[in-house]
């Protein structure tokens, strides 16, 4: 890693201790790969330091043609085969057929049902099992996420979640991006900061926060798949967000 400035290096090496610290205590641990600008740096500091965590991602089956492409271009540039799980089938129809092929803009509940059968099924399989989950969430994101701990227990599914990117900045993740020449979703440089189902991402603004792109029709204290548990959030951090 010497391409790297010295800060960011000693933010990369802390963040591989941190996984090294969850494998050695938790033995079975995988990286849930979103496939956004963060996934490239975990990416990179797993495969890039041959670190014993499986990396799996989710195809909802309505993500973006550019997300499919980075996924090619990952695994080329590594050499290893990314996991990729999908919804059980029958539950998805079943659901299409009661909603509607959009329905999850009808309602809240429906939203939330369509993120479950999608994504949150597979990624309770996918989970199954295992002692700790790493995630590539940042407190900067949202209000909600600047709450969450380096270590958290998750009684949803029943293991640690591991968040070793808490405190890098935007800035970070893209410095390393760069330093480093890794792919990342082309979709970023028009736009957009963070990137889901094409159905329900769409680019932001300058000075928006960054999640506010994903489910944009609803209220910002509701834009999550229901992976990340919704932590209660401060009445500063609700109206001002999360700082920099």
Not at 117 to 144: H, Y
Request: one cysteine or more.
């Amino acid at each position: 890693m010497s391409e790297l400035p010295e800060d960011l290096l000693e933010r990369a090496e802390d963040s591989i201790s941190q996984l090294r610290a969850a494998v050695a205590e938790y033995k079975n641990v995988c990286y849930a790969n979103s496939l956004g600008a963060e996934s490239m740096v975990l990416t990179d500091l797993i495969w890039g330091t041959k670190l014993n965590i499986e990396i799996f991602s989710i195809d909802t089956g309505r993500l973006y043609p550019e997300t499919y492409d980075l996924i090619e271009r990952v695994q080329q540039r590594y050499g290893r085969a990314l996991r990729v799980y999908y919804p059980d089938t029958v539950k998805l129809e079943h659901w299409v057929a009661e909603n509607g092929i959009n329905g999850f803009r009808d309602g809240l509940d429906q939203r939330r049902s369509c993120c479950g059968i999608r994504k949150v099924e597979p990624f309770r399989r996918a989970v199954s099992g295992r002692g700790a989950w790493v995630t590539g969430i940042r407190r900067s994101q949202s209000a909600s996420r600047a709450l969450v701990a380096p270590v958290e227990w998750d009684g949803e599914y029943g293991l640690h979640k591991v968040s070793p990117l808490l405190d890098w900045t935007k800035k970070d993740i893209w410095d390393y991006i760069r330093k480093k020449r890794l792919p990342y979703n082309s979709l970023h440089d028009i736009g957009f900061p963070s990137i889901g189902c094409a159905s329900c991402t769409r680019a932001v603004q300058p000075g928006e926060e960054e999640r506010s792109g994903r489910w944009w029709w609803e209220r910002s204290d509701s834009r999550e798949c229901g992976l990340h548990s919704r932590a209660k959030i401060p009445a500063f951090a609700a109206v001002h967000g999360p700082q920099e």
